[in-house]
């Protein structure tokens, strides 16, 4: 995967997780075990609808996978983009810990110069 890609996987992961009502779908689904649209409208008190494209969203950024069971979908959480977005605000909070520590050296020699 090209670098262009994997940022824009992160953009699409880091997109989906900023909305309310998917956080809170996932974090159902995060308990491990597979929920259909039924089960996850009752606890949120959306419509089925409302749920189906909140989860297809969740489903584009790889954090929810679906299996179809008889007549109904039902859904999981998948751990792997929400490992890699923690690998990336890793990676990130790194870079930044850096650039304030280099800052603060430039600070501290005009300050005694």
Same mark, same amino acid.
Request: glycine letters at 6%; aromatic letters at 4%.
């Given at each position: ?19 309310? #009502?998917?956080? $809170?779908?996932? *974090?159902?689904? &995060? ?8 089960? !996850?409208?009752? =606890? ?31 859904? #999981?959480?998948? $751990?792997?983009? *929400?490992?890699? &977005? ?8 790194? !870079?930044?810990? =850096? ?15």
């Amino acid at each position: 995967m090209s670098k262009a890609e994997a940022l824009r996987r992160q953009a699409d992961v880091f997109s989906a997780l900023s909305d309310p #009502t998917r956080l $809170s779908l996932l *974090l159902m689904l &995060a308990a491990g075990h597979p929920h259909s649209i039924i089960m !996850l409208t009752g =606890d949120t008190g959306l419509t089925r609808q409302a749920v189906t494209k909140q989860l297809h969203a969740l489903e584009h950024a790889g954090l929810v996978s679906s299996v179809r069971t008889g007549r109904e979908n039902r859904y #999981t959480c998948r $751990s792997g983009a *929400l490992r890699e &977005a923690r690998d990336f605000l890793a990676e990130v909070s790194t !870079l930044w810990e =850096d650039a304030l520590e280099r800052l603060k050296g430039v600070v501290e020699v005009d300050r005694v110069a």
